[in-house]
């Protein structure tokens, strides 16, 4: 634990939907009202909230893909919320992203050792195929794994290789947006403990968006809770989950269906 590493600072976002008529203004949606929220290098943060409450949003502007309408986001202590291309680049190699959908995210036609290598692409590295082989080992797949193609894995094991290529680049901070959401039951746990593995391994910030706070309690000390755009609740994960201070997030706990085996991080 130490210094903030990401500070959010009363952002906001507005979006503008496709106008469905000529004579009504076109829709706009709040996504994010002034949300304030500082993570602390080392800090294993979860982001919990309903479908729509602005999680993606705000994992989107936190890892600078997007810019807020208002407000400013901090990486390192460097204002990030009004840079976008090149002048990004430096956050590649700190910052890196896991999505859902492994296969919306990996290309059908490059093979596993290509995906794993593309975020060395614009750096000069000189040994790409040693850390492709470093990070495939790193999260459990064999080493043959790198001359085939996404559809010849199963979800878990292309969620595998979607947070192998994270790790290529050696990122201080990995978000992870709802990456077991996706996945069977059965090998989400395992998943989970993988993730849970390479944070410990490779002391990574790790921010963890999921709409299950059952998950987030596997991973994360502490969990903001987030509700049309705004953070409610913010707390160490096991007070929020025994003690929670909002009606919404009592809601959110009582949504979560009674799972057989009710396991907890020490056990999965
Ligand atoms: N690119 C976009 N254009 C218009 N509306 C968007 C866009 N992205 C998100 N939204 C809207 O912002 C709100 C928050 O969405 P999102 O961040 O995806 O929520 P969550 O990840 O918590 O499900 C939703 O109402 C969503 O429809
Ligand atoms: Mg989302």
Not at 12 to 22: I, N, T
Not at 145 to 171: D, E, K, N
Request: hydrophobic share 40%; proline share 6%; aromatic share 4%.
């Amino acid at each position: 634990m130490g210094a903030p590493i990401i500070e959010v600072d009363r952002v906001s976002r507005v979006y503008h939907r496709a106008r469905r008529s000529l004579t009504r203004p076109a829709p706009v949606v709040q996504a994010l009202r002034e949300v304030s929220l500082t993570v602390e290098a080392g800090e294993r943060l979860g982001i919990v909230g309903e479908s729509g409450s602005g999680k993606s949003t705000l994992l989107r502007h936190i890892a600078g893909l997007e810019q807020p309408t208002s407000g400013t986001i901090r990486f390192d202590g460097k204002d990030i919320s009004g840079l976008s291309g090149r002048r990004l680049g430096f956050l590649r190699d700190r910052l890196q992203l896991v999505f859902q959908d492994p296969m919306g995210s990996l290309d059908p036609r490059m093979t596993v050792a290509q995906i794993v290598a593309e975020p060395l692409h614009a750096r000069r590295v000189r040994d790409a195929a040693a850390r492709v082989e470093e990070v495939l080992a790193a999260v459990g797949l064999p080493a043959e794994a790198a001359g085939r193609y996404p559809h010849q894995f199963s979800g878990g094991q292309r969620q595998r290789i979607s947070i192998a290529r994270a790790l290529t680049v050696s990122p201080d901070v990995l978000l992870a947006d709802e990456p077991v959401s996706a996945l069977d039951v059965s090998v989400r746990a395992q998943v989970l403990n993988l993730i849970s593995t390479l944070v410990d391994a490779r002391d990574l910030t790790l921010v963890f968006v999921s709409h299950d706070l059952s998950v987030i309690r596997h991973l994360c000390d502490r969990v903001v809770v987030m509700r049309a755009g705004q953070i409610v609740e913010d707390g160490p994960t096991e007070q929020v989950w025994r003690d929670p201070q909002h009606d919404y997030t009592r809601r959110l706990i009582a949504a979560i269906p009674a799972m057989p085996a009710d396991t907890h991080r020490s056990e999965i």
